[in-house]
């Protein structure tokens, strides 16, 4: 098949919502449909010891929360559906935002109970950044929620995007009946757990029939009118800009609307898209292979212990065993045993194209936001690293384990999973940093599973770290004789200044006007 073909059939795209919201069911859903999985599990359903299938990490199994993302691949209808499953959870926001940067499109999860929550609003704003089209799924209708029109609302104040219902819901809790298509002019009638939704043509947006109590079909029939009386219309160029969000209504746990949803997210999601280079815009049917590496995972295979980066695929076709240009280390290296996934299940691929993400073996050699191509120097937009807010001293609970902590440490660190940071004053001394405090819970139980290595965790009193630069080296010098105290160096020797408190910023911005204090760090790229 041609290479313009291949990519037209990609569809890469994130699940993003707020804890609790129903993500995890609805991607083992979509991947039912997408028969890439035959039996869903259950993050609640832990005494029969079924599992979500994209949470593999026995943190995630014990806590039934998602920490970390989890990459799937599967066809439906003669695509090829590229679908990552992202941490819910706010303490884990800068894996979302590494994903984000790897996909085309963005689907957002709400709960018809509780609207657009506090979580939902952060990972909408990454989207917001890269201006990602976004399509919402208002999940769980079959149970007590806030009216409908009163959600969209919602999503147009809080969020600030336009909305455009491609489906509406007759009824809600225990009288929820099915939704309306309103393109197709079909009722879609819910049955609990059906495989697929009964579909009855209608004449008018109001002939309901006997399946629909008369006072429900009503307040349907006057929801419609105002919908299209008043209601955005829909434009897919303003979609594709970000600026308006198609919404489709269902219960992901029931299957009712999954299908629909997934038949519009090959329909109207983007294709695989042109990606932002220092040098140019690097188009998907360019025919050179390019790619950037957007996450690394340590021990996914515990047995192995091996290194997995996951590698969002710009342009060309990728072929296994193929030579690429490390752009970072100016250097050519094989490409070995490339992967695809489901969760933690793995599949040699021989080939793959612009849209695809691709699990590559690392030797070490690779970082977050490293360029890939067939020998262009090309520079992939940089995925920025957050200043953490949250700061523990480790303290190893067998001195003689200090050298796996070391190699814990700085792999987890490459992960992005954790900032290391060694004091100036005390290079023994080693310092973790993370933005949300669940972060170090997760990397105290992985050093222990994976590594083999038991530590305490002691808080210190720092909420902010800030990267330091500066034009003039002898002003940096006499900031570091006189800050030694509060400054470490991270894992790229780059000198960070710890804060424990907000004023204390200000302070040194005004007496250092030669120094730059930097809230994010490239320096992931840098040798």
């Given at each position: 098949?041609?290479?313009?073909?291949?990519?037209?059939?990609?569809?890469?795209?994130?699940?993003?919502?707020?804890?609790?919201?129903?993500?995890?069911?609805?991607?083992?859903?979509l991947?039912?449909?997408?028969?890439?999985?035959?039996?869903?599990?259950?993050?609640?359903?832990?005494?029969?010891?079924?599992?979500?299938?994209?949470?593999?990490?026995?943190?995630?199994?014990?806590?039934?929360?998602?920490?970390?993302?989890?990459?799937m691949?599967?066809?439906?209808?003669?695509?090829?559906?590229?679908?990552?499953?992202?941490?819910?959870h706010?303490?884990?926001?800068?894996?979302?935002?590494?994903?984000?940067?790897?996909?085309?499109s963005?689907?957002?999860?709400?709960?018809?109970?509780?609207?657009?929550?506090?979580?939902?609003?952060?990972?909408?704003?990454?989207?917001?950044?890269?201006?990602?089209?976004?399509?919402?799924?208002i999940?769980?209708?079959?149970r007590?929620?806030r009216?409908?029109?009163?959600?969209?609302?919602?999503i147009?104040?809080?969020?600030?995007?336009?909305t455009?219902?491609?489906?509406?819901?007759?009824?809600?809790?225990?009288?929820f009946?099915?939704?309306?298509?309103r393109?197709?002019?079909e009722?879609?009638i819910?049955?609990?757990n059906?495989?697929?939704?009964?579909?009855?043509?209608?004449?008018?947006?109001?002939?309901?029939?006997?399946?629909?109590?008369?006072?429900?079909a009503?307040?349907?029939?006057?929801?419609?009118?105002?919908?299209?009386?008043?209601?955005?219309?829909?434009?897919?160029?303003?979609?594709?800009?970000?600026?308006?969000?198609?919404?489709?209504f269902?219960s992901?746990l029931?299957?009712?609307?999954?299908?629909?949803?997934?038949?519009?997210l090959i329909?109207?999601a983007?294709?695989?898209?042109?990606?932002?280079?220092?040098?140019?815009?690097?188009a998907?049917?360019?025919?050179?292979?390019?790619g950037?590496i957007?996450?690394?995972?340590?021990?996914?295979?515990?047995?192995?212990?091996?290194?997995?980066?996951?590698?969002?695929?710009?342009?060309?076709?990728?072929?296994?065993?193929?030579?690429?240009?490390?752009?970072?280390?100016?250097?050519?290296?094989?490409?070995?045993?490339?992967?695809?996934f489901?969760?933690?299940?793995?599949?040699?691929v021989?080939?793959?194209?612009?849209?695809?993400?691709?699990?590559?073996?690392?030797?070490?050699?690779f970082?977050?936001?490293?360029?890939?191509?067939?020998?262009?120097?090309?520079?992939?937009?940089?995925?920025?690293?957050?200043?953490?807010?949250?700061f523990?001293?480790?303290?190893l609970?067998?001195?003689?384990?200090?050298?796996?902590?070391?190699?814990?440490?700085?792999?987890?660190s490459?992960?992005?999973?954790?900032?290391?940071?060694?004091?100036?004053?005390?290079?023994?001394?080693?310092?973790?940093?993370?933005?949300?405090?669940?972060?170090?819970d997760?990397?105290?139980?992985?050093?222990?599973?994976?590594?083999?290595?038991?530590?305490?965790?002691?808080?210190?009193?720092?909420?902010?770290?800030?990267?330091i630069?500066?034009?003039?080296?002898?002003a940096?010098?006499?900031?570091?004789?006189?800050?030694?105290?509060?400054?470490?160096?991270?894992?790229?020797?780059?000198?960070?200044?710890?804060?424990?408190?907000?004023?204390?910023?200000?302070?040194?911005?005004?007496?250092?006007?030669?120094?730059?204090?930097?809230?994010?760090?490239?320096?992931?790229l840098?040798?």
């Amino acid at each position: 098949m041609p290479l313009r073909d291949e990519i037209k059939k990609r569809r890469t795209f994130a699940i993003i919502s707020h804890p609790d919201a129903g993500k995890t069911t609805l991607t083992e859903k979509l991947l039912l449909y997408g028969k890439a999985i035959t039996m869903a599990g259950s993050v609640k359903a832990k005494r029969s010891k079924k599992f979500a299938t994209s949470d593999w990490m026995e943190l995630e199994k014990q806590r039934g929360i998602s920490v970390t993302s989890s990459v799937m691949k599967f066809p439906y209808r003669g695509h090829e559906i590229n679908l990552i499953d992202t941490p819910g959870h706010q303490d884990f926001s800068e894996d979302t935002y590494r994903t984000v940067s790897a996909v085309d499109s963005v689907l957002m999860l709400i709960d018809a109970a509780n609207g657009v929550e506090e979580q939902t609003k952060k990972l909408f704003d990454v989207c917001r950044l890269r201006n990602t089209p976004i399509m919402a799924f208002i999940n769980k209708m079959d149970r007590p929620g806030r009216p409908p029109l009163e959600l969209l609302a919602e999503i147009e104040q809080v969020l600030g995007i336009a909305t455009y219902p491609l489906t509406w819901p007759i009824g809600q809790g225990d009288l929820f009946r099915g939704v309306y298509h309103r393109a197709t002019k079909e009722m879609l009638i819910y049955q609990q757990n059906a495989e697929r939704s009964q579909i009855v043509p209608m004449a008018t947006h109001t002939s309901f029939g006997d399946e629909v109590e008369a006072e429900t079909a009503e307040e349907v029939a006057g929801e419609l009118e105002l919908l299209e009386g008043a209601g955005e219309a829909f434009a897919p160029e303003r979609y594709m800009r970000g600026e308006l969000a198609p919404v489709l209504f269902g219960s992901a746990l029931n299957n009712f609307g999954v299908e629909i949803l997934l038949d519009y997210l090959i329909s109207l999601a983007p294709p695989p898209q042109p990606r932002p280079a220092s040098e140019r815009w690097v188009a998907p049917t360019d025919p050179a292979f390019s790619g950037f590496i957007f996450k690394i995972q340590a021990n996914m295979d515990a047995a192995h212990r091996d290194r997995v980066a996951f590698m969002r695929i710009c342009s060309g076709q990728f072929v296994r065993g193929m030579k690429a240009f490390h752009v970072r280390h100016k250097r050519l290296m094989r490409l070995g045993r490339p992967t695809q996934f489901m969760a933690q299940d793995r599949s040699l691929v021989d080939e793959a194209y612009a849209g695809d993400i691709v699990g590559i073996h690392d030797p070490g050699v690779f970082k977050i936001g490293d360029s890939l191509s067939e020998g262009e120097s090309l520079h992939f937009a940089d995925i920025p690293v957050f200043a953490p807010e949250h700061f523990v001293k480790v303290q190893l609970a067998e001195p003689l384990k200090s050298k796996q902590l070391s190699k814990g440490l700085d792999q987890l660190s490459e992960e992005g999973a954790v900032q290391v940071f060694r004091s100036l004053t005390n290079s023994n001394e080693q310092i973790l940093g993370v933005v949300g405090v669940l972060q170090i819970d997760v990397v105290q139980f992985r050093l222990q599973a994976e590594y083999g290595v038991k530590v305490a965790m002691h808080p210190i009193p720092y909420s902010a770290a800030r990267w330091i630069s500066a034009t003039n080296q002898a002003a940096l010098d006499k900031f570091t004789s006189e800050q030694g105290q509060h400054l470490c160096r991270d894992i790229h020797g780059n000198i960070t200044l710890l804060l424990d408190h907000s004023w204390r910023l200000k302070y040194h911005q005004e007496r250092h006007p030669d120094l730059t204090f930097k809230a994010t760090s490239d320096a992931v790229l840098a040798e």
